[in-house]
């Protein structure tokens, strides 16, 4: 098999991890990987806020579960209430992607971007998972100055990098294969 698509293979949502930090050319070589995605008219509206502030990742798990608790949404109340759940997964890097609100197509160039850096992470070893919950904490009025988001650019998502546990390793989902057919 091609060794890219083999990646896609092995790539899975990790979401225990070490406590060793990522070097920064690791965290470079993703981020430039998510800026290779493609963009709506390339519009390429992704920005990448790197994270690693032990504090401010403990402070948006909080932040984003006192919000999740109030959900009407019987599964994210009780993840917003449970002791052992961290929204974040205590990764040692989180990289919140935002993007340029007069983009022709903010979301999908964001997703293209975090699917792209998934890919990478999985290629040099690193675990990695997409974190849409985080928008509990995002949607919050102080969430934009906590993170230092530019004017003009709204945070989407979360993505956590870092190496996994593998005493702990959780394994990939069986994918569905029933879910295409041709026309011609
Ligand atoms: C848009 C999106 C949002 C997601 N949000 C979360 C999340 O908030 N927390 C989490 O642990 N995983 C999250 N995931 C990861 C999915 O749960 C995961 O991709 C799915 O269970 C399939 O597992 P796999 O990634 O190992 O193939 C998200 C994935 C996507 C694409």
């Known amino acids: 098999m091609n060794l890219?698509?083999?990646?896609?293979?092995?790539?899975?949502?990790?979401?225990?991890?070490?406590?060793?930090?990522?070097?920064?050319?690791?965290i470079i070589a993703i981020v430039e990987a998510g800026i290779q995605a493609p963009s709506g008219h390339n519009a390429q509206s992704a920005y990448y806020t790197i994270v690693q502030d032990r504090d401010l990742i403990e402070k948006m798990n909080q932040m984003a579960k006192a919000e999740m608790q109030k959900s009407e949404v019987d599964?994210?109340?009780?993840?917003?209430?449970?002791?052992?759940?961290?929204?974040?997964?205590?990764a040692p890097t989180v990289i919140i992607v935002s993007a340029k609100d007069d983009a022709?197509?903010?979301?999908?160039?964001?997703?293209?971007?975090?699917?792209?850096?998934?890919?990478?992470?999985?290629s040099l070893g690193i675990g990695s998972v997409w974190i849409g919950l985080i928008k509990f904490f995002l949607h919050l009025d102080e969430a934009k100055e906590m993170l230092n988001i530019k004017e003009g650019y709204t945070p989407l998502f979360a993505?956590?990098?870092g190496y996994e546990n593998i005493e702990v390793a959780g394994s990939k989902p069986?994918?569905?294969?029933?879910?295409y057919e041709w026309i011609r």
């Open 159 to 161: 993505v956590c990098f």
């Open 4 to 26: 890219i698509i083999k990646n896609m293979y092995r790539r899975k949502s990790v979401r225990r991890f070490t406590e060793k930090q990522l070097s920064d050319e690791e």
């Open 104 to 122: 022709y197509s903010p979301v999908e160039d964001s997703s293209a971007a975090i699917q792209n850096m998934l890919l990478a992470a999985t």
């Open 75 to 90: 599964w994210i109340k009780k993840f917003g209430a449970s002791e052992r759940y961290h929204l974040l997964h205590n």
């Open 174 to 179: 069986i994918k569905k294969t029933d879910v």
